[in-house]
């Protein structure tokens, strides 16, 4: 039944691709894109079935099943497995370009078919992959049932995953949009993107808090967001939506290279966030990553550990076809900037779509057919493979232009022909050592290198500084290497003449600001997403938190800086000049003279020469100034005289998400950046009976309850702590933190609890060093014997503010993305 499933799952998938509406007889569109996608959802239904059944004969069941678990977390084991997410985000896929089989804004039929098949196929190869990691095994004689992680079982575990690969799926219908527009002139194309942008931003938004929130309630360290790997990989694809969304309100008309630029990002960075998720020991630093085939490589950088898996064959052929499909992602970019720049010009594309698929169905069919292992992906010679796949779709799917036949001269960073920017990006792969690096550097320097106007390109030598000064600033890159990279995208700028320079005529000051704070959203967002994907490269084996959280600050302060300068710009310029320069000195002065100024762990250091309370000084003021100006532009925007309700007013839309963005920011200083989880004054031993006073609050330990096996949801018993909290003589709560002992895994999980008060929550976590010794000692002799307890507190001001702005934001971007739903497409072709 199984294999049977898996079949029809793969027909469903080509299903879906087929340009039907070239072979279907009359205008009713045809049905078997539909039966498609029903069939594309018949693997992953039937696993789940297995799992709520509890079928040990299958050996993924076996493995990570349980028929006592509720019936929602055995649901939810099946995205444990490996294969789960796969066959989950194959229906996604193939669902979404099911939705969008039709023709959208000002899309030609084939771009459509294209479209349709790119990301039908892209389901089609997660199928195959899924097939090839055998779902429906048959367990092992003699293999022992095994268990859920502790982590996994709960409510949020049930949700959250789905909704990430939900979200992936969104990210490459945008990349297969913009792979289907390659080389045209296509003015519909970012109306097109944005449908897509919008829901997608939503359901990335909600995936991400919701990870959050298990953290903050499941794990043992009282936070929401610590910028481990996996989480931080996931952060990518919204910031790349964000510089999608944003792109309407630049103060210029974005040339279709660029947002197809921006869509092929999104669509690589959604790959690459599931490269650091499903790679196993490639990110070890990673307390996410629960599906692990291999230890930690010893390649020192994330390419290499990579590539190093390429050699298991198993899942080492899933974890190359992701890379493969992203940088074919990389190779279409770098043909559509040669097609815009007249080097090259469109052909044949079907070799260039069927490249990758059909070698990893060669490498699937090898490992199918042999008794040994193959790993043709990882075999000598192959490393090549990166390169070509690379330069696929410049060589097969595009043809040389003759110089005599161009209508511009040799471009900036080819002259006489020689492609000095290919040549670098080998130079820094190769010396530098990076091949992540070296491939973003050329990713950035292709619109400037391939260009006759190089200037004109200024936002990509922005992105391009920032990404060099990020490699220096983290060590992804020695100094000297940082400057070879840099320099490139400074030439332009050092080889104008001055006749260039003085050519444009300088804007008004309160144009020059306004057009700043425009740009603001895209570029912010940009050169966040630059920082914070050089900082991960770099956390291969440890979590840099402090790089986050310190370079990041500046950025955010500046966007801070574009939301007053925008909330005020009717007013006058000088004044507007003055509030920012105002703001800024009350920075300064408070860094320089009070960093423990805003409470908590201030004054403890984030790297020898920034303190918490430094990079706190940094945010606050301007975010701060920014609330009120940007609530009232909320304000006015929902009192503006329109015939549309409030509720389906872009602008009103567009505040409520700037504002809930905000409102989150302030609280993540409070919670996340003043608060030092690693240090341990926040563990506090508890004497029985005795009140112990921390920071103004008393903490009395009165009891610790045995909770057996039955009145547990899951577990096979816990201990719950309670413990009596006081203000003064007042009383204001009773919490009970705990363990709970998982038998079958060894594996304690430590039962979280909140105290939640206006001014903030208060979290307490069962110090879980104490499970060695204080589980056996309940177990045998009861809790009589026991009294003292050790309890983590962390007191986080302003917590609220996180979850009312990610609610806020939620709010403003669900009605961003319903305004498309139901509304039929431009045009009534069918696919």
């Known amino acids: 039944m199984g294999w049977f499933a898996l079949g029809l799952g793969l027909t469903g998938c080509l299903m879906v691709l087929l340009p039907w509406g070239r072979w279907q007889k009359g205008d009713a569109p045809s049905p078997l894109p539909t039966v498609g996608v029903l069939l594309a959802w018949v693997p992953f239904l039937v696993l789940v079935h297995r799992f709520v059944t509890n079928d040990l004969g299958v050996a993924v069941v076996n493995a990570s099943g349980g028929g006592d678990m509720p019936l929602m977390y055995r649901v939810a084991a099946t995205w444990s497995a490996r294969t789960g997410p796969l066959l989950l985000w194959a229906g996604f896929t193939a669902t979404l370009a099911w939705w969008w089989r039709r023709p959208m804004e000002r899309e030609s039929v084939a771009m459509a078919e294209r479209r349709v098949a790119l990301l039908g196929g892209f389901a089609a190869l997660l199928m195959l992959l899924a097939v090839h990691l055998k779902p429906f095994a048959a367990t092992l004689p003699g293999a022992l049932p095994g268990e859920l992680s502790p982590l996994l079982q709960t409510d949020l575990m049930v949700v959250h995953p789905p909704l990430v690969f939900l979200a992936y799926a969104y990210c490459l219908s945008i990349a297969a949009t913009a792979v289907s527009s390659v080389g045209q002139d296509d003015p519909g194309l970012l109306e097109r993107m944005i449908r897509q942008a919008r829901p997608g931003f939503f359901v990335t938004t909600l995936a991400i808090g919701l990870g959050g929130l298990w953290a903050y309630l499941i794990l043992d360290w009282g936070g929401y967001w610590a910028w481990d790997p996996v989480e931080t990989a996931s952060f990518l694809p919204w910031l790349a939506l964000a510089v999608l969304s944003h792109l309407r309100t630049v103060p210029r008309k974005v040339p279709a290279v660029v947002l197809r630029g921006v869509g092929l990002m999104t669509g690589a960075l959604a790959l690459f966030a599931t490269l650091v998720t499903r790679a196993g020991g490639a990110w070890a630093s990673s307390v996410h990553t629960f599906v692990v085939d291999a230890e930690g490589s010893s390649p020192p950088d994330a390419f290499g550990r990579i590539v190093a898996l390429a050699v298991d064959a198993g899942p080492g052929i899933e974890v190359m076809a992701y890379l493969l499909v992203l940088l074919t992602l990389v190779g279409w970019w770098l043909a559509d900037v040669a097609f815009g720049a007249g080097l090259r010009r469109m052909g044949r594309t079907l070799v260039a779509?069927?490249?990758?698929?059909?070698?990893?169905?060669?490498?699937?069919?090898?490992?199918?057919?042999?008794?040994?292992?193959?790993?043709?992906?990882?075999?000598?010679?192959?490393?090549?493979?990166?390169?070509?796949?690379?330069?696929?779709?410049?060589?097969?799917?595009?043809?040389?232009?003759?110089?005599?036949?161009?209508?511009?001269?040799?471009?900036?960073?080819?002259?006489?022909?020689?492609?000095?920017?290919?040549?670098?990006?080998?130079?820094?792969?190769?010396?530098?050592?990076?091949?992540?690096?070296?491939?973003?550097?050329?990713?950035?320097?292709?619109?400037?290198?391939?260009?006759?106007?190089?200037?004109?390109?200024?936002?990509?030598?922005?992105?391009?500084?920032?990404?060099?000064?990020?490699?220096?600033?983290?060590?992804?890159?020695?100094?000297?290497?940082?400057?070879?990279?840099?320099?490139?995208?400074?030439?332009?700028?050092?080889?104008?003449?001055?006749?260039?320079?003085?050519?444009?005529?300088?804007?008004?000051?309160?144009?020059?600001?306004?057009?700043?704070?425009?740009?603001?959203?895209?570029?912010?967002?940009?050169?966040?997403?630059?920082?914070?994907?050089?900082?991960?490269?770099?956390?291969?084996?440890?979590?840099?938190?402090?790089?986050?959280?310190?370079?990041?600050?500046?950025?955010?302060?500046?966007?801070?800086?574009?939301?007053?300068?925008?909330?005020?710009?009717?007013?006058?310029?000088?004044?507007?000049?003055?509030?920012?320069?105002?703001?800024?000195?009350?920075?300064?002065?408070?860094?320089?003279?009070?960093?423990?100024?805003?409470?908590?762990?201030?004054?403890?250091?984030?790297?020898?020469?920034?303190?918490?309370?430094?990079?706190?000084?940094?945010?606050?003021?301007?975010?701060?100034?920014?609330?009120?100006?940007?609530?009232?532009?909320?304000?006015?925007?929902?009192?503006?005289?329109?015939?549309?309700?409030?509720?389906?007013?872009?602008?009103?839309?567009?505040?409520?998400?700037?504002?809930?963005?905000?409102?989150?920011?302030?609280?993540?200083?409070?919670?996340?950046?003043?608060?030092?989880?690693?240090?341990?004054?926040?563990?506090?031993?508890?004497?029985?009976?005795?009140?112990?006073?921390?920071?103004?609050?008393?903490?009395?330990?009165?009891?610790?309850?045995?909770?057996?096996?039955?009145?547990?949801?899951?577990?096979?018993?816990?201990?719950?702590?309670?413990?009596?909290?006081?203000?003064?003589?007042?009383?204001?709560?009773?919490?009970?933190?705990?363990?709970?002992?998982?038998?079958?895994?060894?594996?304690?999980?430590?039962?979280?609890?909140?105290?939640?008060?206006?001014?903030?929550?208060?979290?307490?976590?069962?110090?879980?060093?104490?499970?060695?010794?204080?589980?056996?000692?309940?177990?045998?002799?009861?809790?009589?014997?026991?009294?003292?307890?050790?309890?983590?507190?962390?007191?986080?001001?302003?917590?609220?503010?996180?979850?009312?702005?990610?609610?806020?934001?939620?709010?403003?971007?669900?009605?961003?993305?319903?305004?498309?739903?139901?509304?039929?497409?431009?045009?009534?072709?069918?696919?």
């Open 353 to 831: 779509d069927l490249a990758v698929p059909s070698l990893v169905a060669v490498a699937v069919l090898l490992e199918a057919i042999s008794s040994v292992p193959v790993a043709l992906l990882g075999l000598q010679g192959m490393p090549w493979l990166w390169i070509v796949v690379v330069l696929l779709p410049v060589g097969v799917a595009s043809r040389h232009v003759p110089v005599n036949e161009r209508d511009q001269a040799h471009p900036f960073g080819h002259p006489y022909g020689l492609p000095l920017d290919l040549l670098i990006a080998v130079l820094l792969g190769v010396v530098g050592g990076d091949v992540f690096l070296a491939l973003l550097w050329l990713v950035l320097i292709a619109p400037i290198s391939l260009s006759t106007t190089p200037t004109e390109a200024w936002p990509a030598a922005v992105l391009g500084v920032g990404l060099a000064l990020a490699a220096a600033w983290t060590d992804l890159a020695d100094v000297g290497v940082a400057i070879v990279m840099l320099l490139p995208f400074l030439l332009p700028w050092l080889l104008q003449s001055e006749e260039e320079e003085s050519a444009a005529k300088p804007p008004t000051l309160a144009r020059s600001m306004l057009r700043a704070s425009m740009w603001a959203g895209a570029g912010l967002s940009g050169l966040v997403l630059v920082l914070t994907l050089v900082i991960l490269l770099g956390s291969i084996d440890q979590i840099h938190f402090a790089a986050h959280e310190v370079y990041t600050s500046v950025l955010i302060a500046a966007a801070g800086g574009a939301f007053v300068v925008y909330g005020t710009r009717d007013e006058d310029p000088k004044r507007r000049v003055g509030l920012l320069a105002g703001v800024s000195v009350i920075s300064a002065l408070g860094l320089w003279l009070a960093p423990g100024w805003w409470g908590g762990d201030a004054l403890e250091p984030l790297s020898s020469l920034v303190l918490r309370g430094h990079v706190a000084w940094i945010v606050l003021p301007v975010v701060l100034m920014a609330v009120p100006i940007i609530a009232r532009e909320l304000g006015r925007k929902v009192k503006a005289t329109s015939s549309t309700p409030p509720w389906r007013r872009i602008p009103v839309q567009a505040h409520l998400i700037h504002f809930g963005l905000l409102m989150l920011l302030v609280g993540h200083v409070f919670t996340t950046t003043l608060v030092d989880r690693g240090d341990p004054i926040h563990r506090i031993t508890m004497l029985q009976d005795e009140a112990v006073v921390v920071d103004g609050l008393s903490y009395t330990f009165t009891d610790l309850t045995l909770v057996p096996e039955e009145d547990l949801r899951v577990g096979d018993g816990g201990i719950f702590a309670t413990i009596d909290v006081h203000d003064g003589d007042r009383n204001i709560g009773t919490v009970e933190p705990g363990m709970v002992r998982f038998d079958a895994t060894g594996f304690p999980r430590s039962e979280v609890d909140v105290l939640r008060r206006w001014s903030g929550d208060i979290v307490f976590i069962f110090d879980y060093s104490q499970a060695d010794t204080l589980m056996p000692q309940t177990i045998e002799g009861g809790t009589d014997g026991v009294d003292a307890v050790r309890i983590t507190v962390y007191r986080l001001p302003q917590s609220h503010l996180v979850w009312l702005g990610w609610g806020m934001m939620l709010l403003g971007m669900a009605a961003l993305g319903l305004r498309n739903v139901g509304q039929a497409s431009s045009s009534s072709a069918a696919v």
